[in-house]
């Protein structure tokens, strides 16, 4: 399988510009206030055949679009999307609502013009055939581009053999859920899984939760008549969240692999995963908006199941604690964790704290909320919201300086901002089919105006205007021994 790898780009920031005089560009954004690398600066961009050519000067363009006064900033690189459900692998049960059509358009509307899909193996299946199925839900369907973590439920000698392979064909990551079933009966396959992901470079993403505990917790509410929504929480406490990222920590020091915590939620884990990273440990951290945005006050609400993600929404306290390890780079990313359903669906009756339907549709206010939140109201650097929402995932995946960075050769992947447009959050209104928001109703200042995918105009003043099936399926190197 061979992706789209274009050559590697070379810096533009600190070099010298070319000023091509009147050589005319395929497109040319003017006097933006550039963020890239973790600098600043008023320039102007000038594209070509999908890349970005040239970063300062004065170019002319057979289009040129004002960027003046507004953010020009690299397009979102959203390593965290779901489209398929673990159920989804048993006829009959609930099926997601977006495909990689609405997803896609969801991003682009939204600045993230690269995503990362969860592509599950089937029981007694390849890795490899996770990664074909994702590229072939995406054919004709998806807006941007788009990579693939397969993952690990059986880790059979066949799948693990086949770990050196996910580096060959361009996409080194395979995630581990420790919580599903099964995982405790096999962990000495899984851990022989992790030692070959560090020997060939394949990040193992770890979902941390510990399974026979929450599964035992959720039993016994629903047998003593608590298992509403409300009290999802106490189904999955803090310490099973902290006993997993522990674990899964000292598996990959075992290993030599390196990991990265998806969905981090309390600040117990995050001082767990600072501490390994002192020691010199490969830890990346990932949180999601939920978790800096909202507080387990939520589910005192008459529709908590609306709220319901794993692990759940923390106290005041982890949410501190995030904000906090955010501006102080212990948290690398902020993704999205998009994993939609309707609101019919997370609110079905029949659903108790042991069957319910995890996620939320996230990906269109990921970077909006956090530009709201964090740099208008929390001062957070414009280059710190770069690096967690596109830089530092590009960087971990394998795909920067081609996404994640306006430099020289890099992909023309853009989003200009208007850091004083405010809108009101309303679901019904978004790209995604769940037709709601966990933020319904919040007022939002700071959105993209226009987003720019390979050189092409995908977005544009509430509409999308690029073409369903462009995006391309990427090719990514493997993880490199110092990060």
Not at 197 to 214: N, Q, S, W
Request: charged share 25%.
């Amino acid at each position: 399988m061979v992706g789209h790898r274009p050559g590697r780009p070379r810096p533009a920031h600190g070099g010298a510009r070319m000023n091509r005089g009147t050589r005319t560009f395929d497109l040319v954004i003017r006097g933006g206030s550039v963020t890239s690398d973790g600098r600043t600066e008023v320039a102007d961009v000038a594209i070509r055949s999908g890349r970005i050519a040239q970063v300062g000067g004065h170019p002319l363009g057979a289009r040129v679009i004002d960027a003046r006064g507004r953010p020009v900033l690299p397009g979102g690189v959203d390593a965290h999307v779901h489209l398929t459900a673990i159920r989804e692998l048993k006829p009959g049960d609930a099926v997601r609502p977006d495909d990689f059509g609405s997803v896609t358009e969801a991003a682009a509307a939204g600045g993230v013009t690269t995503i990362g899909t969860m592509g599950h193996q089937y029981p007694e299946g390849l890795l490899s055939e996770a990664v074909d199925r994702e590229a072939e839900a995406a054919r004709g369907r998806a807006l941007v581009d788009f990579f693939v973590h397969p993952v690990l439920n059986d880790p059979s000698e066949r799948a693990r053999a086949e770990i050196s392979e996910l580096a060959r064909i361009g996409q080194p990551s395979v995630k581990v859920f420790l919580s599903f079933p099964g995982f405790e009966e096999r962990a000495e396959e899984y851990l022989e899984a992790l030692r070959e992901a560090g020997r060939f470079g394949v990040r193992v993403l770890v979902h941390c939760e510990d399974g026979p505990m929450i599964r035992r917790l959720a039993r016994w509410l629903v047998e003593d008549g608590r298992g509403d929504a409300a009290h999802y929480p106490a189904a999955h406490p803090e310490g099973s969240e902290v006993a997993s990222v522990t674990r899964a920590i000292e598996l990959a020091r075992a290993a030599g692999a390196p990991i990265y915590v998806v969905r981090l939620s309390s600040a117990a884990a995050l001082q767990i995963c600072r501490s390994a990273r002192v020691r010199g440990q490969r830890v990346a951290v990932e949180t999601r908006p939920m978790y800096l945005h909202l507080t387990r006050a939520v589910f005192e609400e008459p529709d908590a199941g609306r709220y319901i993600g794993n692990p759940p929404v923390g106290g005041e306290m982890d949410q501190a604690a995030l904000w906090d390890g955010l501006a102080r780079g212990d948290v690398d990313t902020v993704c999205s964790d998009h994993a939609p359903w309707t609101l019919e669906q997370k609110l079905d009756p029949s659903l108790d704290v042991s069957s319910v339907r995890p996620g939320v549709a996230e990906i269109e206010t990921l970077m909006p909320m956090l530009f709201s939140e964090g740099v208008v109201k929390r001062r957070l650097p414009i280059e710190r919201f770069v690096e967690v929402t596109s830089t530092n995932a590009a960087r971990l995946f394998g795909v920067y300086p081609t996404k994640g960075a306006i430099v020289t050769g890099a992909d023309a992947d853009l989003c200009l901002w208007d850091p004083q447009a405010c809108r009101q959050i309303g679901g019904s209104q978004m790209r995604s089919r769940a037709g709601y928001s966990v933020y319904d109703g919040w007022d939002v200042q700071g959105w993209p105006v226009m987003t720019i995918s390979r050189g092409q105009v995908v977005w544009e003043d509430g509409e999308i205007r690029g073409t369903p099936g462009r995006g391309r399926l990427v090719s990514r190197a493997p993880a490199r021994a110092d990060g």
